[in-house]
């Protein structure tokens, strides 16, 4: 059973920095890109950030190109996104995906194209 498990979220002030990780068991984890997509009450999941399978290309949203980064590793069956610059638009609830079979270097912002999900963690910035 392919579970995708996030955690990291929190509350905190604007300017502020946040750490999240999506650990991914059940699946080779080498074999997909992954995804971070974020949602909001009455509001579409919107893609945030993504890397390749070999972590060599990633992708962001331009609200956050600067203050977030997306990293893997592959030998902890990791994903992490990392958030500086928190600011209070970027409250959300936020998930990671996976992309099965991806080809090695592509990231897809397409949320039709992400197999798996994890349950979300929540992010709150305070103003």
């Known amino acids: 059973q392919v579970q995708l498990v996030e955690s990291g979220g929190g509350l905190v002030q604007a300017g502020g920095s946040l750490r999240l990780s999506c650990v991914v068991s059940?699946?080779?984890?080498?074999?997909?890109?992954m995804g971070w997509f974020r949602q909001v009450p009455g509001k579409e999941r919107e893609f945030v950030a993504g890397i390749s399978r070999n972590g060599r290309s990633t992708s962001y949203v331009d609200s956050v190109k600067g203050r977030f980064t997306i990293s893997r590793d592959n030998a902890q069956n990791t994903v992490y996104l990392l958030m500086n610059s928190l600011k209070p638009e970027d409250t959300a609830v936020y998930y990671c995906?996976?992309?099965?079979?991806?080809?090695?270097?592509?990231?897809?912002?397409?949320?039709?194209?992400?197999?798996?999900w994890g349950q979300g963690t929540q992010v709150t910035v305070s103003s």
């Open positions: 059940g699946r080779t984890f080498s074999w997909d890109a």
């Open positions: 995906a996976a992309d099965r079979y991806a080809p090695i270097n592509v990231v897809s912002k397409a949320r039709d194209e992400y197999d798996y």
